[in-house]
């Protein structure tokens, strides 16, 4: 499960070639990988992840 808080590497503005500053962020990012075999539960899940793609902060197809 993903946990509610991710890291976001800047540039450092005093230092642009030394390390990143990490800063966090209230937000995550989750790849889900689906190798979909046209059984009644997979149509499911997949026409679900249709469904849920016009509202906000859901899921995004990438490709």
């Known amino acids: ?27 995550y990012l989750e790849l889900l990988t689906i190798f979909p075999d046209n059984s009644p539960e997979s149509r ?6 249709h469904s849920q793609q016009n509202r906000t902060n859901s899921f995004q197809k990438l490709w």
């Open 44 to 49: 499911q899940f997949i026409d679900f992840l």
């Open 1 to 27: 499960m993903a946990s509610d808080v991710s890291l976001r590497l800047l540039k450092n503005p005093q230092d642009p070639k030394g390390k990143p500053i990490i800063k966090t962020t209230p937000k």
